[in-house]
């Protein structure tokens, strides 16, 4: 079996401390930290899965921050997180291209029966397993709302 994403992501906290690489071991003791947070506060023990869900978050938040620093003219800022977002997408899935995940929406619309903007939910619920972390998932719902007509 493959080794679990909180295996991997403990050894390469250890590496980074013996390389003494400050952005990825503050980066990942910030990703851990989350991690444990929810696991506390939810009372369970998250599987790749929900880490992944995790690391998604933390860099849809970073990307919102870079943003944000951009506006406020402190690029300096912006490429602090633009590095953490690279040290976090190193453990995200291969992306899908765009022609794979028009063939998924497509499949995903004839298997749930979807007609229209109310099957949207549907679609969605059925599709998150197959793309998490491998698409945005905001493009990713404006895809479906267009293939279904809204």
């Given amino acids: 079996m493959a080794e679990s994403l909180r295996a991997?992501?403990?050894?390469?906290?250890?590496?980074?401390m013996k390389?003494?690489?400050?952005?990825r071991l503050g980066?990942?003791?910030?990703l851990n930290s989350a991690i444990k947070q929810l696991e506390i506060d939810n009372r369970v023990e998250l599987d790749d899965a929900g880490i992944l869900a995790v690391i998604e978050k933390a860099i849809k938040q970073r990307r919102e921050s870079?943003?944000?620093?951009?506006a406020a003219n402190r690029p300096e800022l912006a490429?602090?997180?633009q590095a953490e977002i690279e040290v976090l997408q190193v453990y995200l899935?291969?992306?899908l291209t765009d022609a794979e995940l028009q063939t998924l929406i497509a499949n995903a619309i004839t298997e749930?029966?979807?007609?229209?903007?109310?099957?949207?939910?549907?679609?969605?619920?059925?599709?998150?397993?197959?793309?998490q972390g491998r698409t945005d998932?905001?493009?990713?719902?404006?895809q479906i709302k267009a293939k279904l007509g809204g």
């Fill in 79 to 81: 490429a602090g997180e």
């Fill in 137 to 142: 998932m905001g493009a990713l719902s404006g």
């Fill in 66 to 70: 870079i943003k944000q620093y951009e």
């Fill in 27 to 30: 980066t990942l003791r910030l």
């Fill in 112 to 131: 749930t029966g979807a007609a229209g903007m109310k099957d949207m939910g549907k679609v969605m619920t059925h599709l998150k397993p197959q793309v």
């Fill in 8 to 16: 991997r992501l403990n050894e390469d906290i250890k590496a980074a």
């Fill in 19 to 23: 390389s003494q690489d400050k952005v």
């Fill in 93 to 95: 899935p291969e992306p």
